[in-house]
């Protein structure tokens, strides 16, 4: 799955999500002396670039299974937001599973958007086992967080916005959780120009 599955996923998801800003940043520009750029997807519907994966995959089952209602996901947070925001969207019901130990927080934010929200386990691996059961005994799709081709396509239209808004990249820098994001983004950079340097960042955890 190369850029023209990207594409595709752009064709399916553009008139529904943000065309975020790619933002010129003075401060980090100075620090490492070099033009630096951020993609702003913390203003992309839902708040995060989830949104882009997940109305990308749920287009996609429609278009295979036209007759689906129903989808489930395990997440803490983003991908949930995002699932329960596309299934709205295109008129499905969604059902998300998350570990006993999500945050008091997460929980609120989650119930407030009306989710239909399911505990399981303490883990979040426990979490999503139990969820892909869930929907292979009740004949419905699950929606994987990170590890689905159609999930990642939709991450990748990220590159296919920045290649229009900034003309020249040397390096690129994303953030890393499951892979969902950085995996298709590396693959389109470097396919278009294999010099770009992509490094994936991770949080520093406290001491």
Do not use: C
């Not at 749920?58 to 209602?69: F, G, R």
């Not at 989650?110 to 979490?127: A, F, P």
């Amino acid at each position: 799955m190369m850029y023209p599955n990207v594409k595709s996923a752009y064709e399916n998801i553009k008139s529904e999500i943000y065309f975020t800003k790619a933002l010129y940043s003075n401060e980090l520009s100075k620090r490492v002396d070099s033009e630096v750029f951020l993609k702003l997807e913390n203003q992309q519907l839902t708040g995060s670039f989830k949104i882009r994966g997940a109305l990308n995959k749920l287009k996609v089952l429609l278009q295979s299974y036209p007759d689906i209602k129903k989808v489930v996901t395990a997440s803490t947070g983003n991908h949930a937001a995002a699932v329960s925001y596309a299934a709205w969207k295109l008129g499905l019901n969604e059902i998300i599973f998350a570990p006993n130990s999500i945050s008091e927080s997460k929980r609120h934010n989650l119930k407030k958007q009306n989710i239909d929200l399911r505990l399981y386990g303490n883990q979040s691996v426990e979490t999503e086992v139990y969820a892909r059961l869930f929907a292979e005994e009740n004949k419905l799709p699950f929606v994987h967080p990170y590890n689905d081709l159609d999930i990642i396509a939709g991450q990748g239209t990220i590159a296919l916005e920045l290649m229009q808004q900034v003309d020249r990249f040397d390096a690129v820098y994303v953030p890393i959780g499951g892979g969902g994001l950085i995996s298709r983004n590396f693959i389109l950079f470097k396919s278009l120009n294999p010099q770009i340097r992509l490094s994936a960042v991770s949080r520093r955890m406290p001491q």
